[in-house]
């Protein structure tokens, strides 16, 4: 089974940018979706972004494209997330996931292993 752990979440301001890390272990992770999800209080876990085996292809969540840019390094066992432009809005604890199902990609379900989770806080 594979472990995740995230980094790189802290306060910043409208406006700016901060870049997520996902370190994976345990288990071959070129096997894996990865996905980035994220939960403000009061409200249920959310898609934001996930990338296929090989990271030929990425998948995006409302009003994250064009802001958000997940990568990942199949050498180095790490998933990214770039986040631009950012705003109060986007203030949630990230979580990074990983999926070895081939279920729908957007969905919390398809992902069976999950980090611990990073505070993103933006601030207007």
């Known amino acids: 089974q594979v472990q995740l752990v995230e980094s790189g979440g802290g306060l910043v301001q409208a406006g700016g940018s901060l870049r997520l890390s996902c370190a994976a272990s345990g288990d071959t992770f070129s096997r894996y979706r990865m996905g980035w999800f994220r939960q403000a209080p009061g409200k249920e876990r959310e898609f934001v972004v996930a990338?296929?085996?090989?990271?030929?292809?990425?998948y995006y969540g409302d009003s994250m494209e064009g802001r958000f840019t997940i990568s990942r390094d199949n050498v180095k066992n790490m998933v990214y997330l770039q986040m631009n432009s950012l705003k109060p809005e986007d203030t949630a604890v990230y979580y990074c996931?990983?999926?070895?199902?081939?279920?729908?990609?957007?969905?919390?379900?398809?992902?069976?292993?999950w980090g611990q989770g990073t505070q993103v806080t933006v601030s207007s």
């Open positions: 996931a990983a999926s070895s199902s081939l279920g729908y990609i957007r969905a919390v379900s398809t992902f069976g292993f």
């Open positions: 990338i296929e085996w090989s990271g030929t292809y990425s």
